[in-house]
């Protein structure tokens, strides 16, 4: 099976990798299939829609940033990063992570009640 998309171009993947999100993402309600590409020696990940493949959202493992995050049972939380042609502004979303489990091949998007995980948490500091 194949997509492609302007950032990857062609795509191939099989029927085992797609991850099923019952509900969406949050504003992409209607997407439900994606597939997970992971860059060799970096911490993002790009999670890919088999549906539109168009969309994509870059992720960031929240276990580096915050350890109470780190995982819910056997699912890894991501946060969805906000990207900016300037580094200081990139920031990542902590308020709604995104939960995966590769093993059972879903995901899917929580709101947390805690007030104390940003929408916009810078992921680069200046010293």
């Given at each position: 099976?194949?997509?492609?998309?302007?950032?990857?171009?062609?795509?191939?993947?099989?029927?085992?990798?797609?991850?099923?999100?019952?509900?969406?993402?949050?504003?992409?309600?209607?997407?439900?299939?994606?597939?997970?590409?992971?860059?060799?020696d970096?911490?993002?990940?790009?999670?890919?829609?088999?549906?539109?493949?168009?969309?994509?959202?870059?992720?960031?493992?929240?276990?580096?940033?915050?350890?109470?995050?780190?995982?819910?049972?056997?699912?890894?939380?991501?946060?969805?990063?906000?990207?900016?042609?300037?580094?200081?502004?990139?920031?990542?979303n902590?308020?709604?992570?995104?939960?995966?489990?590769?093993?059972?091949?879903?995901?899917?998007?929580k709101?947390?009640?805690?007030?104390?995980?940003?929408?916009?948490?810078?992921?680069?500091?200046?010293?």
């Amino acid at each position: 099976m194949k997509i492609q998309n302007k950032q990857f171009g062609e795509i191939e993947y099989s029927e085992d990798s797609i991850l099923k999100f019952k509900e969406g993402i949050i504003g992409f309600e209607e997407l439900n299939n994606f597939i997970l590409i992971n860059e060799k020696d970096s911490f993002f990940s790009w999670l890919t829609s088999v549906d539109q493949p168009e969309i994509i959202f870059p992720l960031f493992p929240i276990e580096l940033l915050q350890e109470e995050l780190k995982k819910e049972n056997n699912f890894e939380s991501f946060g969805i990063v906000k990207l900016d042609k300037e580094p200081e502004k990139i920031t990542i979303n902590l308020k709604a992570p995104v939960f995966i489990d590769q093993n059972e091949k879903i995901g899917f998007q929580k709101i947390s009640e805690s007030e104390e995980l940003p929408l916009d948490y810078p992921l680069f500091v200046n010293n």
